[in-house]
């Protein structure tokens, strides 16, 4: 009778284990179906980013000629490895067309150091990185004092029309690559150093003249 009871017994643990053990496979299974159907965070980005390195100075007659203010050439470079959602590091106005107007009301400090958030490998002297602040308004963020800005680096004095490549403006959400001659206000942020020009960019899009 004893010898029964035992079996009995035993039976009833390993039928009660048997089931502990499938309940637990079944959470295993939705949880790996679950991590499965979900995009790792950094992938939910507009694919790259992408900054500029500039060479100051004039171009004409096929050379550049450094001792004057302006822009010889650019060459973009990215790096398809990092992600972020446009207006995500720096807010986006998508209202205000007017550059002058956002300089008046924008608080410096939210222009983050893009170079450092996103570890970029920079030449400060040179580098400049591109962001949308809405379809119209292109920012450049430069991290040191250049031949473009004023003496009180307040204004950037862009000489000749200025065409940026169709697929960074693109990537960004702009609605052209064209930038024109004049005057555009920059924002001076006091805490990370960061110059942050606010400009225009004119509708249509055209390719870079060799």
């Known amino acids: 009778m004893k010898k029964v ?6 039976a009833i643990i390993l039928i009660i284990w048997a089931c502990e053990k499938e309940q637990i496979l079944k959470e295993e299974s939705v949880v790996v179906e679950n991590n499965d159907s979900e995009e790792p ?4 980005g507009w694919g790259q980013t992408c900054f500029y390195y500039i060479e100051y100075g004039l171009k004409w007659g096929g050379h550049c000629h450094s001792s004057f203010p302006g822009i010889c050439e650019y060459k973009r470079i990215c790096i398809p490895e990092i992600y972020f959602e446009p207006c995500q590091l720096i807010p986006c106005w998508p209202d205000i067309f007017d550059p002058r107007i ?4 924008i608080d410096p400090r939210v222009f983050i150091s893009l170079r450092e958030k996103l570890q970029l490998d920079i ?3 040179h580098g400049a990185v591109p962001f ?3 379809e119209g308004i292109l920012g450049l963020q430069f991290y040191e004092e250049n031949r473009l800005l004023s ?5 950037l004095l862009l000489k000749q029309d200025l065409v940026l490549d169709i697929e960074t403006t693109k990537e960004l959400g702009l609605r052209g690559n064209v930038l024109k001659a ?7 942020n006091k805490e990370n150093k960061t110059f942050n020009a606010i400009l225009n960019v004119e509708k249509g899009f055209e390719r870079v003249s060799e």
Request: glycine share 6%.
């Open 5 to 10: 009871s035992l079996i009995v017994v035993v």
């Open 41 to 44: 965070e950094t992938k939910k």
């Open 102 to 105: 956002i300089y008046e009301k």
């Open 123 to 125: 030449d400060s002297r």
């Open 132 to 134: 949308a602040m809405n």
């Open 151 to 155: 003496s009180d680096g307040k204004i």
């Open 182 to 188: 004049g005057e555009y206000p920059v924002v001076f």
